[in-house]
């Protein structure tokens, strides 16, 4: 599967973006998905993740009550809603796939990468 990352930009503290993945392939629907953010100099973070179905979501604790993540199946996408942006979370947002259940949080798990789009709040 192919992911193609887009929606980033800059905004204000105290914003919102909404950013999109859209995947090509028709097993998109047999994946979990998932965001990781890599700010510069740092390591690449979970951000969050979604089950195949769309039943099930996890977050990283720096994001929960701010970040939904969520799916089409039918539209091969899935979205992470960001609001109350803090400028640290400034950086490049990844979405990916991964084969394994459960909300994996290991970078090392997924399986298929997008190329990432830049998110930059500022204060």
């Given at each position: 599967?192919?992911?193609?990352?887009?929606?980033?930009?800059?905004?204000?503290?105290?914003?919102?973006?909404?950013?999109?993945?859209?995947?090509?392939g028709r097993r998109f629907g047999s994946y979990?998905?998932?965001?990781?953010?890599?700010?510069?100099?740092?390591?690449?973070?979970?951000?969050?993740?979604?089950?195949?179905?769309?039943?099930?979501?996890?977050?990283?604790?720096?994001?929960?009550?701010?970040?939904?993540?969520?799916?089409?199946?039918?539209?091969?996408?899935?979205?992470?809603?960001?609001?109350?942006?803090?400028?640290?979370?400034?950086?490049?947002?990844?979405?990916?796939?991964?084969?394994?259940?459960?909300?994996?949080?290991?970078?090392?798990?997924?399986?298929?990468?997008?190329?990432?789009?830049?998110?930059?709040?500022?204060?």
């Open positions: 599967v192919q992911l193609q990352a887009s929606g980033g930009g800059l905004v204000q503290a105290g914003g919102s973006l909404r950013l999109s993945c859209a995947a090509s979990d998905m998932g965001w990781f953010h890599q700010a510069p100099g740092k390591e690449r973070e979970f951000v969050a993740a979604i089950s195949w179905s769309g039943t099930s979501t996890y977050y990283a604790d720096s994001v929960k009550g701010r970040f939904t993540i969520s799916r089409d199946n039918a539209k091969n996408t899935v979205y992470l809603q960001m609001s109350s942006l803090k400028p640290e979370d400034t950086a490049v947002y990844y979405c990916a796939a991964t084969l394994t259940r459960g909300g994996s949080s290991r970078f090392s798990e997924y399986d298929y990468w997008g190329q990432g789009t830049l998110v930059t709040v500022s204060s």
